[in-house]
């Protein structure tokens, strides 16, 4: 049984760093992606970023170069490292998995299956 418990969330200033962390039970790691998706009030959920099962990771254009995903096998973790964060960033974050095994060139974020609580980002300016 797969499930997504998502922590670290919190208020920070703008140019900041925050890291999340998505404890991911359930989800076997060789066969699955993962994704961290955000959703800010009055907008659309939208795909920050995701690893496929190859470990590679993609981003959305709006967090290139700030943000930074990764997984850890023994502890059955999932993290987003998000640096230089700006108020635009505020949102609440959500855990995705998908549980099997997929790669980017022929996925898409239509498949995330299951879901976190989510975890709230607040940046101030």
């Known amino acids: 049984q797969v499930h997504l418990e998502e922590s670290g969330g919190g208020s920070v200033q703008s140019g900041g760093s925050l890291r999340l962390s998505c404890l991911a039970s359930?989800?076997?790691?060789?066969?699955?992606?993962m994704a961290w998706f955000r959703q800010a009030p009055g907008k659309e959920r939208e795909m920050v970023a995701q690893?496929?099962?190859?470990?590679?990771?993609y981003y959305s254009d709006s967090v290139k170069g700030r943000f930074s995903i990764s997984r850890n096998k023994v502890e059955n973790m999932l993290y987003l490292q998000m640096n230089m964060l700006e108020p635009e960033d505020t949102a609440t974050y959500y855990c995705?998995?998908?549980?099997?095994?997929?790669?980017?060139?022929?996925?898409?974020?239509?498949?995330?299956?299951?879901w976190g609580l989510g975890t709230q980002v607040t940046v101030s300016s």
């Open positions: 995705a998995a998908y549980t099997a095994t997929c790669y980017m060139e022929q996925f898409s974020v239509a498949k995330y299956r299951y």
């Open positions: 359930g989800v076997p790691y060789d066969r699955s992606c």
């Open positions: 690893m496929d099962s190859a470990d590679r990771g």
